[in-house]
């Protein structure tokens, strides 16, 4: 099983980045997809989340509005867009996915908003 998350880097505030999470070992369509952020000193918070179907987001407050989750079950892969990007958004980005009692995480990718 695996989840290799891409895209991340270092942006100025007002910027753009799309993480990619492309997923093997599983059967991505049974699962939910969350992408969560942890940065230094503090604990990893949910971003956003997506359903098997893709019919059901949830996005929290502090993003609603600018980050998109989407879903491509043919590539397995889940995406966040990320758009108008403040320094309050940088942080390791981290995949989730889960279905019942199984959970796997990947490995995090680095956001970083600097001017």
């Known amino acids: 099983v695996q989840l290799v998350e891409s895209g991340g880097g270092l942006v100025q505030p007002g910027g753009s980045l799309r993480l990619s999470c492309v997923a093997s070992g599983f059967t991505f369509s049974r699962y939910v997809m969350s992408w969560y952020r942890q940065a230094p000193g503090k604990e990893r918070d949910l971003v956003a989340r997506l359903n098997s179907d893709g019919s059901t987001t949830y996005y929290a407050s502090s993003v609603k509005g600018r980050f998109t989750i989407s879903r491509d079950k043919a590539e397995n892969t889940v995406y966040l867009q990320m758009n108008n990007l403040k320094f309050e958004d940088t942080a390791e980005y981290y995949c989730?996915?889960?279905?019942?009692?199984?959970?796997?995480w990947g490995q995090g990718t680095q956001v970083t908003v600097s001017s």
């Open positions: 989730q996915a889960v279905n019942g009692g199984s959970g796997y």
